[in-house]
């Protein structure tokens, strides 16, 4: 069986669609399709079937798929103790991390490894909440920092979790608002604010509406940004107020000013990996080095 070949099957049962593997792997989806069509030949069993215009895992196809991940470890594993001698950490490591931790823990976890393990490899990946999980048990990452407070993916038996930190939500504020340095803020006074948002169905911007709601009001969006920079950049200059996480405000960087919450929120901050038993020493070096620059759980790095 083709190692490739099994990760687009394992991505099938991650992602869904055919069309959402294709995207995955820079694949058109009829090459996805033939591509799983020789996997069935090279199995010699059905994996999948047809459900009107969509395309399912068969229960063959769902033990494979599953069990594909393993294997995929596995070999990760192996190539990795033969290049290293099962001694020192070595080959490559997908690292996944959303914005707020890619230069707050992500870099400097990466910069820490360089030093002491030159034959480890780590490649960093964007990746926000709602795609940090599927892209794990997609195999297209080992190691995810992410945050599971608020994601609508299931954790299951298959993923390991480590604490690494907290980070509360703040609202932040032009420096010149009238409310600027006072105490903890209710939302509710913020209503006919216009507000900076993150771009649709992403994690920050379902939990910014949502608070809003909770709040009382249909939040006025006047603009919307994919990088946190551009929001801290357009509430600088006095055209909106938006909420972030802490990790994502650098105050000495942007003249921008921070409340708490009348009713503080935190979000738990995690290390996810796929479970295996036990880990392969790469991972547990990158896992390692993430726990020593984020400081005991509770500090948000």
Do not use: K
Not at 241 to 246: E, R
């Amino acid at each position: 069986m083709n190692p490739w070949r099994l990760r687009l099957l394992s991505q099938l049962d991650a992602l869904g669609t055919v069309r959402a593997v294709a995207q995955a792997a820079s694949l058109s989806p009829s090459s996805v399709s033939q591509q799983l069509a020789v996997l069935e030949t090279e199995t010699g069993t059905q994996l999948l079937e047809r459900t009107g215009r969509r395309v399912r895992l068969t229960s063959a196809g769902l033990i494979l798929a599953r069990r594909a991940r393993d294997i995929l470890d596995h070999m990760d594993s192996v190539e990795a103790e033969l290049r290293g001698f099962g001694r020192e950490p070595a080959g490559r490591v997908r690292l996944g991390a959303f914005q707020s931790a890619v230069h707050t823990l992500a870099v400097p976890a990466v910069g820490r490894l360089a030093a002491h393990h030159p034959h480890l490899e780590v490649e960093l990946l964007e990746l926000e909440p709602h795609d940090s999980l599927p892209a794990l048990r997609g195999g297209d990452a080992d190691i995810v920092i992410t945050t599971t407070d608020f994601d609508e993916q299931p954790l299951g038996p298959d993923i390991d979790l480590l604490p690494l930190a907290t980070d509360p939500v703040l609202l932040v504020l032009p420096p010149g608002h009238p409310t600027a340095g006072r105490g903890p803020a209710d939302l509710a006074a913020y209503a006919d604010e216009p507000w900076a948002f993150d771009v649709p169905q992403s994690y920050m911007a379902n939990l910014a509406l949502r608070l809003c709601r909770q709040a009382g009001f249909e939040p006025r969006v006047v603009s919307r940004f994919g990088t946190y920079p551009l929001t801290l950049q357009h509430v600088e200059a006095g055209h909106a107020i938006t909420l972030l996480p802490g990790m994502a405000v650098d105050t000495g960087r942007y003249r921008v000013t921070t409340r708490e919450l009348a009713t503080p929120l935190t979000r738990s901050i995690t290390a996810a990996i796929r479970r295996t038993s036990p880990p392969r020493t790469a991972v547990q070096a990158v896992l390692d080095a993430l726990r020593r620059v984020s400081g005991p759980p509770g500090d948000a790095g």
